[in-house]
C-alpha cells in the first residue's frame, strides 16, 4: 500500500512541479481571498429569490427561472450557455387546510407531501391513531389502522452534518406507503424539521394513494397534548393537488471553456428548481449562487481545462440525475470531477476529496490556500455528493465533498421559512472562497481523480 | 420630604410590626419556593391552549373559553366564580391571500389587521408605494397615494422591556387611517415583529374603511429588494372579514374569600379572549395561569383580603376594561390594588411598586421573599398596567408592575407561532413564584397603598 501511495505521490509530482503547487496555491489563495469580499453569490441568489420566487418543476416559475438562469449566466460573462430539455413527473399543490373536528376543535398548520393524494370532496374526516415513532408505527398489524389517519410525531435531530434528517427520512418519504399499508386512510408527519415555528416543512413520499401531509412542530406537538387525554381525535383534512406525469423542465448550463484541455470538464451546480412554500434561497439558491460566483472567479483568466455550471431543473421532485446522465453519457469519462452545493450557504466546515488525492500537490495547493478559511479535511475519501449529481457518480465521475455546517438547514428546509433574510452574506462568501479555491486548483492542474483512487491504498477507517 | 416619608414608615409600621413583617415574609418565602415546582400555572396554559386554542372574541372558540374559565377556576377551588357579560364589536377574519402580480409574480404572506375592511369582490389590485418608515408616509402630502397600495416596512427594534413595540405600535393601529387621508386603497405594514419567520402578526387598527395587513417580516424585506429595481410593483389582495357592533363576551372571575376583610380586594388576572393565528399561549395564556395558580398559592390558607382573578373577555379588540369598571364602580374605592399579566411567561425581571410603599414593612417582607428570584427592584413607582385594568387605574385603584423579560414576547405575540411550546416552564413558575409572593403579602397584611401614596414625596427621576 505504501509502495502505491509513493507511486501515486511521484506521478502527481512529475504533473504539477513544487514550483508549479506553489503558484497554484498563491493564486487559489488570492482568488479565495477575493471572494469573501466579491457580491456575485449574493447578487445571484437576490436576484433569484426576488425576481422569481418559489419555482416548483412544472410551473410557470420555473420556466421564468430557466429564462432567469440563461441571462444570467450570460451576464455573468459564462460560454456556451444553453438549457437542456427534459421531461419528468411533476405535483402540485392545491388548497388545503386541516382542523381537529372534535373534542378540541381547533385549526392544524399543515402542508402536503408531493405525491399526496387529494382529500375526496368535501374532505376527510377520521380519528387519528398517533405514534411518538415511526417505529411504532411500523410495528403495527396489517389492517389495524384501517379507517383511521395515522400520525407520527417523532422529533428530529439537529446535528451539524444534517444526519438527523437521514435518519428520520423514511418518516415523511415512506410513510404514507406504510400507513396505507395498515389499513390508514390519511397520514400525517411531524415535519422533518429542527424549528419550532408554525411552518410546517414539505418534501418528497412514494405515492401511497391517501392524503399526505406534514404537520408544524407546535402542531405535531398539540395533538400529543390532545391524545394524551385520552379521547378519540378526529381530524378534518380537506387537500387538492393535481399531477402531471410528464412536465416539461431544464438543466441550465453554462460554461468556462478550457484553454489547453477543453474537453476536460469539472462539472458543479446547484438546483434550480424549489419547493413551493418558500423562495428557495437555501435550498438552493444558495447552491446556484455559490457555484456560479466561484465559477466566475475561478475562470476570470481563462482556465487549463473547462469548470461548468449545471443549474439542474428538478431536484426537488427528481428527474436532474438521469436526465444529465442520459445526455452527457458519452462525455463521463472526462469529466474531471464533480460536486454539487445543495445543503446551503454554509459556512463550508469539513470536506472530503476524491479517494487517494489527499497527497497530490494540486490538493495541497487547494488546501494550503484555503488554510485561513478554517475548513477540517476529513481523512475519508469523499462519497456524498448530491441527488443531481447521482447519475454522474454513479458512472464513475471523482467527486468533491464540500460540507456546509448544517446546524440551521432544516429549520428552514421546504418550508416557507426559505427566504434570502436567513442567508448570512458572510457564510456564503466563505463557501464561494471554498469552492473558488478547488475549481481554480483542479481547472489549472492536470490531476487524474481516476488514476489516484485506482492508486490509492483501501480506504482508511475512522 | 425627608419628612413626610419618615411619617410613611412611622404609619406602615405601626400597621405591621418587625415581627409580624418577618413572619409575612418566612411564610411568603416558602410559598415562593413552593411555586418553582408547583404545575398548576403550566397545567392551566397547558390546558387552555390544547382544550380551546384560539378564542378572538365573538367567537365560539370565545365561548367555549368562557366555560373553560368557569369549570378551571372551581376545580382549582376558587369561590363566587361567575362570568359577568358585556358586549363589544368584535371583527372576524375571512379567507385572506396576496400576491405580487408583477413585475416579480410571487405570493406574499399576510394577515389582515383587526377592523380592516374586506377587499372589492375579485380583490384589489394596485401598485404599492413603499415607505421605510412610518414617519415617511406621514410627510407625504394628500392626495399623493391616491389609487396605491402604502407599504410601510420599518423593522421594530427587540428590547428586554418591549418598548421597541410602543414606538412602532402607530405604525398598525393608525398606519391604515394615515395613508388612507392620502389617497391610499390599501395598506400594509411589516409585522410589529422581532421574528424572521414567514409568519405575519396581527392586530388591532382604527376602522379606515381600506384593506389593512401585517406582512411577514421576509415579505417586507422581498418587497423592498423587488421596489430597489425601479419598476413599479403591483400586488393583489383578497381579502375577507365580518364585524359584529355587540358580540356577547364574558370576565370570568373567581376569588379566595378573605377571612377578616373580604370587601378589601386585590384584582388580579390576564385575558381569555386571543387573536385568532395561535393558540394564545404567550398572548395570554401565560397571564391567566401564572395569576389563576399565584392567587391559588397564595390563598391556600384563608387570607387576610380577598384576591380575585379576573380573566378578562376582550383585550385583543377592547372592551374588557370598561366593561369592568362599569361593573364595579361602587366597589373601586374598596380595591387594595390591581394588577396584570399580560407580557407572557416571563421570567419577571423588573418590579415597580407602588408609589411611597417602598420602605413599608409588607413590601419588604415581598422582596424578602423574592431574593432568589433576581428581580430588579426599580425606584420608580408602578405606571405601567396593563389594557384590561386601565379603567380600575384611572379610577385611582393602586397598581402592582411585575414586568416579565419581553425579549422573546415579539417573536410570537398576535402570530401562529404564540404556542405552548414556545413556553419554558422555569420562566413560567418563576412569574408565578413572584406573584404568588406579593399577593400572600399584601392579602395578610393591612398595607393602604393610597395612603403610603398621599404621604409620598414626588416622584423620584432616574
Redesign the interface.
Known sequence: MLKSTIAAMTLACAAVGGAQAQGLSQTASALSEKALTDKTAWNVV?SL??????RPVGSP?MERAKDWGLAKLKELGFENVHAEPFTTPAWSRGAESAEVVGP????L?ILGLGNSSPTPPGGLTAEIALFPTYRALLAQPPGSLTGKIAVVTEKMTRTQVGSGYGGINPNRTAGPLEAKKRGAVGYLTRSLSTD????PHTGGSAPAGIPAAALS??DA??LE??VA?GKPVTVRLNMASSSNPAAQAWNVVGEIRGREAPDEVIVIGGHLDSWD???GAFDDGAGIAITTAAAKLAGAQPPRRTIRVVMFGSEEQGGSSGAYLAAHKDEVGKMIVTGESDEGPGPIWTLNLPKGSADHPAMGAFLTAIGPLKVIVDRNPSSRGGADIQGLMAAGVPLIDLIPDANRYFDLHH???D????IDPADLAQSTAVWTAFLYTVANSDIDFRKLAAAAPATPTR
Chains 1, 2 share one sequence.
Open positions: 437576490e429569490t426576488t425576481e422569481i420566487g418559489p416559475a378540541y376543535p381547533q385549526p398548520h419550532d415555528t408554525r411552518l412542530t407546535p406537538e398539540l397534548h390532545m387525554r412554500p418558500g423562495t418550508s416557507a421559512d427566504t434570502l433574510d436567513k
